[in-house]
């Protein structure tokens, strides 16, 4: 009997594989001069946002309605968005002249990879289910 993997499995390599770098790379990142606990932080947050996000939109898709799912994708795109917004204004006001600007826009670009990763994992499954 084959065990089915979940479909959450990618992204939770990639947050393994980039907390993994954020922690060995310290010397690197020091070079770049990225702040090894923004990135650390924000790609937790990231994984953390990702997967609500993702939840909101799987329980969409096993709706029978197929406007739930796409009412459920932009929710949660919007709650991941907003989250990350004030985050990151959060952390702005805090560290007022300080900010860690390298550490802010790798975590941006973070932000599109998970993303473009959860849209990839919902639109497989998507194919995946049966009369889509």
Same mark, same amino acid.
């Given at each position: 009997?084959?065990?089915?993997?979940?479909?959450?499995?990618? &992204?939770? %390599? @990639? /947050?393994?594989? *980039?907390?993994?770098?954020?922690?060995?790379?310290?010397?690197? =990142?020091?070079?770049?001069?990225?702040? #090894? !606990?923004? =990135?650390?932080?924000?790609?937790?947050?990231? /994984?953390?946002? !990702?997967? %609500?996000?993702? =939840? *909101?939109?799987?329980?969409? =898709? #096993?709706? !029978?309605?197929?406007?739930?799912?796409?009412?459920?994708?932009?929710?949660?795109?919007? &709650?991941?968005? /907003? %989250?990350?917004? %004030?985050?990151?204004?959060?952390?702005? #006001? &805090?560290?007022?002249?300080?900010?860690?600007?390298?550490?802010?826009?790798?975590?941006?670009?973070?932000?599109?990879?998970?993303?473009?990763?959860?849209?990839?994992? @919902? !639109?497989?499954?998507?194919?995946?289910?049966?009369?889509?």
């Amino acid at each position: 009997m084959q065990r089915k993997r979940s479909p959450f499995l990618p &992204i939770v %390599i @990639l /947050f393994i594989v *980039l907390n993994g770098f954020f922690v060995a790379g310290k010397s690197m =990142l020091e070079k770049w001069n990225a702040d #090894q !606990t923004v =990135l650390i932080f924000g790609n937790l947050l990231l /994984f953390a946002v !990702t997967l %609500i996000s993702f =939840l *909101l939109a799987k329980r969409g =898709l #096993q709706s !029978t309605n197929p406007n739930a799912f796409v009412r459920a994708v932009y929710r949660s795109v919007m &709650i991941k968005f /907003f %989250i990350c917004a %004030i985050v990151a204004f959060v952390y702005i #006001q &805090i560290t007022k002249k300080e900010v860690n600007k390298p550490a802010l826009f790798v975590c941006m670009g973070l932000y599109l990879v998970y993303s473009f990763m959860e849209v990839s994992v @919902l !639109t497989k499954m998507l194919r995946n289910k049966p009369n889509a």
